[in-house]
């Protein structure tokens, strides 16, 4: 099992960790501040360097196949000398990792502001976009300026944890309809944006809405007769 760093401090940039396996899924650490492909979050990037000084390229990150509570890191080649046991470094690439953090705490604020289940999402260092089982589309310059306003309210977030049990006893938490919570653990983190939006979400988030920045809605498809995907890009 894999600690997660990242679940408790998204902003740690490095940590120190020992190898505890080395396989063809990938590099275990028995703890880590890489962020594993979930949820429509893509999988952490960067490096881990060794004592000896080599720098293992890091080129994404995964839950295991057989126990989703352990991550490995996908490197582009594995040396050698590389073996259990050994403390690494751990450093991911915060600049793509701070992205995806604004654009997910950003989907957070337009799933509240869109009161309609969540069909479907995903982050990409380009842009964010969720599915809704809505039947009409919303008008895009409107939603942009609703988006802005959220931002640029200062919200801080907040983080708690509640038992798997409880969850299953208070499933309207959830709206993903095609992403199931991060159970499994024992417990789940729910991200609350006060006043905004409550649901649990195991990925990394920013500490204020204001991180976020300028937001565009760019793009609004539809997918179905009870589908629309809204599609949204942060102005850098």
Same mark, same amino acid.
């Given at each position: ?9 998204? &902003? ?8 505890? +396996? =080395?396989?063809? #899924?990938?590099?275990? @650490? ?5 962020? *594993? ?11 881990? @360097?060794? +004592? +000896? ?17 352990? =991550? ?25 990792? &701070? ?46 300026? #609703? ?5 640029? #309210? ?13 969850? #299953? ?9 095609? $992403?199931?919570? *991060?159970?499994?653990?024992?417990? $789940? ?10 649901? *649990? ?32 890009? @942060?102005?850098?």
């Amino acid at each position: 099992m894999t600690i997660k760093l990242f679940q408790e401090d998204a &902003y740690l940039k490095e940590c120190e960790a020992k190898v505890i +396996s =080395i396989s063809d #899924q990938g590099i275990e @650490l028995d703890q880590t501040i890489f962020y *594993p492909l979930g949820g429509g979050q893509p999988g952490d990037m960067g490096c881990l @360097l060794t +004592s +000896s000084g080599e720098s293992i390229d890091i080129v994404d990150t995964r839950k295991c196949k057989e126990n989703a509570n352990s =991550i490995r890191h996908i490197a582009s080649t594995v040396p050698d000398t590389l073996a259990v046991g050994d403390t690494v470094k751990a450093v991911i690439d915060w600049d793509l990792r &701070y992205r995806y953090m604004r654009t997910h705490t950003c989907l957070h604020l337009l799933g509240a502001l869109l009161k309609f289940p969540v069909t479907g999402g995903s982050i990409s260092k380009e842009k964010g976009r969720l599915d809704f089982d809505m039947p009409e589309s919303p008008d895009k310059a409107e939603l942009t300026e #609703q988006i802005n306003a959220l931002v640029q #309210q200062n919200r801080p977030l907040e983080f708690s944890w509640i038992s798997d049990e409880e969850l #299953q006893a208070n499933m309207e938490l959830v709206r993903t309809m095609s $992403v199931k919570p *991060p159970m499994g653990a024992g417990k $789940v983190r729910l991200v609350n944006i006060p006043e905004v939006d409550l649901q *649990p979400c195991g990925g990394t988030h920013v500490r204020n809405t204001s991180e976020v920045g300028q937001v565009l809605i760019k793009k609004i498809e539809k997918k179905g007769k009870q589908n629309r995907r809204v599609n949204l890009v @942060l102005v850098d």
